[in-house]
Structures are given as C-alpha cells and as structure tokens.
C-alpha cells in the first residue's frame, strides 16, 4: 500500500511546526509540494499516533469496508503495486478482517482501477507512478447442513442407532388417521416466555396427544397411522422480518433448528414405542426463508429451514431402519420447490400451506377460501382437495361454507404484543390433531386443540 508521506519524520515535522504557527492545509501543501488531502487525512487518521510504520495508506485512497449480514463490499484503497490474483483473494479478505471460510468475492468478479501519478523521490526530484485500485463486492458462503450442524445430526444419529427395535403390533386396517398440525412454533422467538415457554407447551400438548391417542383405541377408533406435519415457521430466525426480531430472539439460528429437530424426535419415538406408523411432512413458512439484508428471500422456495428441519429428522430415523421402519416420508410430502404440499389420507384429498402466499387483508376464512377458488380455476394441484390446511394467521378458525373444508391451524408460539397492541386481537396458544378418513362422513374428526 501506498506510504503517506506525512508519516515521514522530516516532513511530519515541517507541517506540525507550519500548523503551530497557523498555516491552512493548503498552505502547507503548497509549500512542501504534499497535497491537502493527504496532510488532512493523515492527522484525520491518527497517523502520528501509530509510527512511521511505512505502511498507512495513502490518505485519498483510504480502504472502505462495508458489511451486512449477507455480505458487502470494500475498497483496497490505492497501491502502489498491484495484487498478485492468480490463485484467490483470501489474502484481501484477510486484510479486512474477514475470514475466507466465511466470505467470498461474489460472482468472481472484481473491478480494478489504474492511474498515473507524480511522486517526489528521495532526491527531491519527481517521478510519475502507476497507482491500483480494487474494489469488489463480497458474499457470505452457504453453510450447508453437512458443515454446520452435521455435529448436532450425527449425535442423533448415533443415540438413535442405539435404541432397540419395537415389538410390531398386529396389523390393523382402518379407514382413518390421526393428523398433527405442527404449526407456528417459531423456536427462538423472545416473546411470551420465549423458548423455555414454547418448549413447555409443546411438549404438554405432546403429552396430550398421547392421552388422546389412549382414549380413541380404548373407543375402538385406534387410527392406523399418524401424520406429523410441519405447517411452517418452527423456527424465529434471527433477523429479517421485523425490525426487532435480532434483539427480541433468544436463540440463534442452528440452535433453533436443534430444538426443533429434537422435539419432533421425542413425539416420534413415543409413536413408535406405540406401534404406530409415523409419516413425515411439511411445507415452507416465511420464517424458514433464506432471506437478504432487505428482508427478501432470495434464493428458492425449496431453500427453506421448515423443510430442511424434517428433512433431518427424517434421516436422523433413517440411521436404525430396525426401529424407525415405519417412519416414513411420503413422495412430495417435503416439496423440492413448492410452496403447497398434497396428500391422500385415508381416502380424503388433503392440501397444505403455510398462508403467507394468501392475500395480505381479510379475515382467515375469506383469503383460505379465495386463495383456493384461485387454484381451482388455475387447474394447479391442489385444486381438487377436501380439506385444506394452513398456519401463517396463529389462530384457529374452520368453515365448509362452499363444499370444501378449510382449517387455520393455530400457533404455538408466545403471541405479538405487537399486533395485541395495534389490532387489541389475540388469540391462545394450541396444537390442532384430528383424525382423517372415509371412516368420517365429513371426511375428518375427532376434531382436538391440544
């Protein structure tokens, strides 16, 4: 990098006794042929107070840095030789302080600046100089599940393949089963006790969903099976959806996902040591996003946390086929690229969302209702469901005012006093269960918020 050359003794001397006496910068500049900029920046920066180290940039190409949580960008400043760019800009990022595990220059793309300037030699004569510069925007790298939480996956895994395979029940042929609306949780976020508070409510309603699993087969209503679906938003994330979500969050991000993953880990295991067949689904929310620094996601739909969470419990499972062979993902039951996920249970077409891709005002049965008129006369999919399922709205509400049936699943989460505060609205925490089946003339009951 460019040494300033006020940092010199013999001048740094001549321009502090100048500015005793009163000179301007420009005055100074001009009587020791230094420019204006580079006398102001050097006092600007502390110079004089780090040594003449020979290594202080030159005052008017001063190095900027600017970072945001997806990336940045930053200026070398000038130099007076160019950088050797051959292998990488690991060296650069260093030098900003930024760790190359984490970022990277983006799209491999860098921009350079080349110019001719005079320099004053030792002899007092003056030269002409080439000067560089680069600038480049910069990236965080992707933090694939196999780098970042493959320590947390494996040692469930591990645990797993210790557990003993169970005894299998008889074989039973029903026409019904149970369906656990997973929805909401929003691991990590502050409000409402927070985690510890979250944790305490799902695992009670977990506790009765056992009991109210004893109490059907004690009725003779045992379902054959029992769906676990993830609606979206089990995790808070930590920034990017409203402005005080990185203060309120009481958990980062793979810690989130931990919880998360052991949780539906615990429901799953008391199923099987039940006897029960588990099938693994879910759909994306809009806090399971990857999103920017404007708040956007900007990736895929499929690049979501609420898919990757069962995604990995799915092959945390997949670790003891012994004792996990009846936990099963049907085909697209975790999308690749989708925002809506259907099944067929028990003979009765089911349609799942998340509700974030449904209109933005009306009440919960308006925009469920309209949002599925708008799939019907677009011929997608799920256009020819009997049941549809979404969360997004943290509040329970069903209809079947139009010959199909809709449920908003409610949450879990610790509510917003955010929106009790401006709409006075609220509305208790609950997991929605019910059973599923032509065994139902409506298709669905057994009907529980837990």
Request: glycine share 10%.
């Amino acid at each position: 990098m460019r040494v300033c050359p006020v940092c010199d003794p013999s001048i740094h001397d001549e321009v502090t006794k100048a500015r005793k006496q009163g000179n301007t910068y420009v005055e100074i500049g001009k009587t020791l042929n230094i420019s204006e900029s580079a006398i102001r920046s050097h006092f600007r920066y502390s110079h004089h107070d780090k040594g003449n180290s020979g290594q202080v940039v030159y005052a008017s190409g001063q190095p900027r840095l600017e970072v945001t949580s997806t990336g940045g960008e930053f200026e070398t400043g000038e130099l007076t030789e160019p950088l050797d760019l051959s292998t990488d800009w690991d060296s650069v990022l260093r030098g900003f302080g930024l760790d190359p595990e984490i970022f990277e220059v983006a799209d491999d793309t860098v921009k350079m600046s080349k110019w001719q300037t005079s320099k004053r030699l030792e002899n007092g004569d003056r030269d002409i100089i080439w000067l560089y510069s680069y600038k480049a925007r910069f990236t965080r790298r992707a933090t694939p599940v196999d780098e970042v939480e493959r320590e947390d996956i494996d040692a469930l895994c591990r645990e797993i393949m210790k557990r003993k395979p169970v005894k299998p029940l008889d074989e039973l042929v029903t026409d019904r089963a149970l369906v656990v609306l997973l929805s909401d949780w929003q691991a990590g976020k502050g409000e409402g006790g927070g985690s510890a508070a979250m944790t305490d409510r799902i695992m009670a309603a977990f506790d009765k969903l056992l009991i109210h699993l004893k109490n059907l087969e004690r009725e003779g209503r045992r379902p054959s099976s029992v769906y676990l679906v993830g609606m979206g938003d089990l995790i808070e994330q930590c920034t990017g959806h409203y402005d005080m979500q990185a203060f309120q969050t009481d958990l980062g991000r793979r810690q989130q996902k931990r919880l998360v993953r052991r949780l539906i880990m615990w429901i799953i295991d008391a199923l099987v040591v039940r006897g029960y067949t588990v099938y693994l689904a879910a759909v994306a929310g809009n806090h399971g996003e990857n999103r920017n620094a404007n708040g956007k996601a900007f990736t895929s739909w499929g690049d979501n946390d609420d898919l990757a969470v069962m995604e990995e419990v799915a092959e945390i499972c997949a670790a003891n086929p012994e004792r996990y062979a009846n936990v099963l993902v049907p085909d697209g039951a975790i999308p690749e690229d989708d925002l809506v996920m259907t099944l067929d249970i028990e003979g009765v077409r089911c349609g799942f969302a998340h509700g974030h891709q449904f209109a933005k005002s009306g009440l919960a049965q308006a925009k469920l209702e309209n949002w599925l008129r708008g799939q019907v006369m677009g011929k997608q999919p799920v256009a020819d469901v009997d049941l549809l399922f979404a969360g997004h709205l943290h509040h329970f509400m069903t209809s079947e005012s139009t010959g199909r049936v809709v449920f908003q699943c409610p949450a879990m989460d610790g509510g917003s006093k955010w929106f009790t505060s401006t709409s006075g609205s609220s509305a208790p925490s609950g997991m929605l269960v019910m059973c599923v089946g032509t065994a139902y003339g409506r298709g669905w009951g057994d009907l529980q918020i837990l």
